[in-house]
């Protein structure tokens, strides 16, 4: 897989942080990140095509 055994950091009050596992999301220093959020965003209009039902009224 693109990012099997990945791992993070975050920069806290002037250090980082110990790493841990990520397991999901798209890494900002990759080429991919831009054209597989693209997909995503492709995906998601195509799954709510129908709109979305907030307290019974039809949004989207």
């Known amino acids: ?33 831009p054209l597989l959020f693209s997909l995503y965003l492709s995906d998601l209009h195509d799954y709510l095509g129908g709109g979305i039902r907030i307290a019974g009224i039809n949004t989207l």
Not at 18 to 30: A, H, N, P, V
């Open 1 to 33: 897989a693109l990012y099997s055994n990945a791992e993070s950091s975050v920069w806290v009050d002037g250090g980082l942080t110990d790493s841990f596992e990520t397991k999901s999301g798209l890494r900002q220093d990759c080429l991919l990140s």
